[in-house]
């Protein structure tokens, strides 16, 4: 996503040379912000009842949730979470819509994470030698050409 290459690219073109210190103290103060920000959205957890007093709205389940989950839900607008939480109006607008990016997206960048971690594991599996592919249901007769070769 290129509202947050910053986050993701800022250290690594430091690294390497193609960013200044400066620039660099920039990144820490924005990831400094956000994790502040971020806190306070996780900390700030209510029952559907107050959720829904504010005008947000969410099952009567019982179950609490924080500010940042609430983000996840379409219509929940970072000013709806102000009325809910007012210190969040405290935070800067670049901050606030980086986080409210975040929210939205938290539960496909978990999965994805959860994904990458599980091909981390599986690359250092090793096939065992002399098994034959072609005999295996599920390969097309190219991949099993691939893996007998």
Request: charged residues 30%; glycine residues 8%.
């Amino acid at each position: 996503r290129s509202d947050n290459a910053d986050l993701r690219l800022t250290r690594r073109a430091h690294q390497v040379g193609c960013v200044e210190v400066e620039r660099l103290q920039v990144l820490q103060r924005r990831e400094s912000e956000l994790a502040s920000g971020e806190a306070r959205l996780r900390q700030s957890s209510y029952p559907p009842t107050v959720w829904r007093e504010k005008g947000i709205q969410v099952a009567l389940d019982g179950r609490y949730r924080s500010a940042f989950e609430m983000l996840k839900f379409n219509g929940v607008t970072w000013d709806a979470l102000c009325g809910v939480v007012p210190e969040l109006s405290s935070v800067d607008a670049t901050t606030a819509a980086t986080l409210a990016i975040q929210g939205q997206y938290q539960e496909m960048i978990a999965r994805q994470e959860k994904e990458v971690q599980a091909m981390k594991e599986e690359e250092g599996l090793e096939l065992p030698e002399g098994t034959d592919y072609g005999s295996l249901a599920g390969l097309s007769r190219e991949e099993a050409e691939i893996l007998n070769a």
